[in-house]
């Protein structure tokens, strides 16, 4: 068996939720960092084709702009988003081959191998449907709970100060403050499906449903976890930005200047790709132990 085969065979990548008790979101981002020190030398020169590969789709999509937007070229741009999509993904099995010490550039395309293409573009067809759903609930639950009526209250506001206010507060009050507990318990349940799904097809070759139904679970049952985790990659970030921002103050050169926070900012995502597959690792991915126990 290849080193590519046992990297992605079933005892590495089979799916077991767990919920973490404890400590790994800082953690993720510091591993992340240790694995692509590492392996740099395989794990940048993948993300580089990533990177390149995503600034020739939005010069594809900043093309289109100069035609007649009608379906075709709606499609066009879901094709070029696709594409685009499968070859992020690709980083998922590159920072698993990583972890597994036998790191492959090519792994990044992994994602246009048969089943896998099949998975993600019926996950693609998932999310569409899914978005299109949770905007069309949003979109009655708008003209059931009357949730213009804010909007028509905050557009009158000129008017009468008193009268406005007054409308303002009871919509507030009403339907408006159900709509957004109701906005954003939706947003939690799309985002808890399509949270894990894609390395889970990328790494394990789960099914969409599978993927979809695995992710959910996984998510809540780490949620805490997950949105201290979601804090600290925001609060990092803000840093890296800071940080390169003041250095680019620093030099008079346009072209430095923009270099330099285009570095920084695309070694911040490559750290965050990796967190990310290794949040997946810990709370998806079965160890060798686990599939042996569940064998007896």
Known sequence: MSEQAEAFSYELTSIRVRQIKSGPPLSWIIDSF??????????????????????LAQFGVGSLQSHNFGIGTILVLLVVLFLAALLQSGMMAVFHGAAENKPRVGDVFRGFKGRNILGMFL?????????????????????VLGGGSMMSAMSSYGSSYGNSYSRMMAAMMGGSSLLVIFFVAGLLVVT????????????SGEGV?????????ATFKNLLLLLVFGINAVTLYGLAVFISMFSAALTTSVVLM?????????????????AYYLSFRDVLLSRPADTDAARV
């Open 209 to 217: 449903f599978s993927a979809l139904k695995n992710s959910f679970k």
């Open 258 to 274: 923009v270099s330099l926070i285009v570095v920084v900012i695309s070694a911040f995502f490559l750290i965050f790709n990796g």
């Open 123 to 143: 996950l693609f067809l998932s999310m569409l449907l899914i978005f299109s759903a949770f905007a069309l609930v949003m979109f009655l639950l708008v003209k």
């Open 34 to 55: 240790r694995l692509v020190r590492a392996y740099w030398k395989t794990i940048i020169p993948a993300y580089l084709i990533v990177i390149v590969g995503s600034i």
């Open 192 to 203: 808890a499906l399509l949270y894990y799904a894609v390395p889970q097809i990328i790494v």
